[in-house]
């Protein structure tokens, strides 16, 4: 019985654009990123990944030769993490954290210039929970009962650091739909807001 093997062809290569925002310098050496923005600076290393970054004067071309189809979904991820450093340098990012309680109330610290967040008090537990923030990360309090913010440029060590937070607070041997204390992200937004 003949079957016959049907094989797209193969792509020769898959490439992107994405302009360059005219507050923003980039700089591209061997697939390390630099984007200098007016809040400051961001670095990210692209080296685990097999494409081409060609900087031109207003836009950076991403390209991958050859390409099999994880090579192919690579170009859009890279297209998305040099926008969120454009968008980190520009404007910042900003989570805020509510902590819910049923009965005990979370106490919650920010102490070592805003760079560590103590969860006191966990359904009354004696013991502290002390989460160091990532680098470039700071918290401070929103003024409202409960809330704590978190901003940065990175967004990765922003989220990372509400992550931390909010896993600091998992409810052990007990029933999660029942007892659902814990300190939560309830809003995410930039420091910065253009018009």
């Given at each position: 019985e003949y079957k016959s093997y049907l094989r797209a062809m193969k792509l020769i290569s898959v490439s992107d654009k994405l302009d360059i925002p005219e507050d923003c310098k980039v700089r591209v050496?061997?697939?390390?990123?630099?984007?200098?923005?007016?809040?400051g600076t961001l670095v990210k290393?692209?080296?685990?990944?097999?494409?081409?970054?060609?900087?031109?004067?207003?836009?950076?071309l991403i390209?991958?030769?050859?390409?099999?189809?994880?090579?192919?979904?690579?170009?859009?991820?890279?297209k998305s993490h040099i926008e969120n450093m454009f968008t980190g340098v520009r404007q910042g990012y900003k989570y805020k954290m509510k902590?819910?309680?049923?009965?005990?109330?979370?106490?919650?610290?920010?102490?070592?210039?805003?760079?560590?967040?103590?969860?006191?008090?966990?359904?009354?537990e004696k013991f502290v929970r002390r989460v160091n923030l990532l680098p470039g990360v700071t918290c401070k309090p929103t003024g409202q009962k409960d809330e704590i913010m978190l901003e940065g440029n990175d967004i990765e060590n922003v989220s990372r650091s509400a992550a931390l937070i909010q896993q600091s607070t998992t409810v052990k041997n007990k029933d999660?739909?029942?007892?659902?204390?814990?300190v939560y992200v309830s809003q995410k937004t930039h420091i910065v807001e253009l018009d």
């Open positions: 050496a061997k697939r390390i990123v630099t984007v200098v923005g007016p809040r290393d692209f080296k685990h990944l097999q494409c081409e970054l060609i900087l031109n004067k207003k836009s950076v390209r991958v030769w050859f390409p099999n189809r994880k090579a192919v979904a690579c170009v859009n991820t890279i902590s819910v309680y049923a009965h005990f109330p979370i106490n919650i610290n920010i102490v070592n210039d805003n760079t560590l967040v103590e969860v006191h008090n966990f359904l009354g999660i739909r029942k007892f659902l204390d814990g």
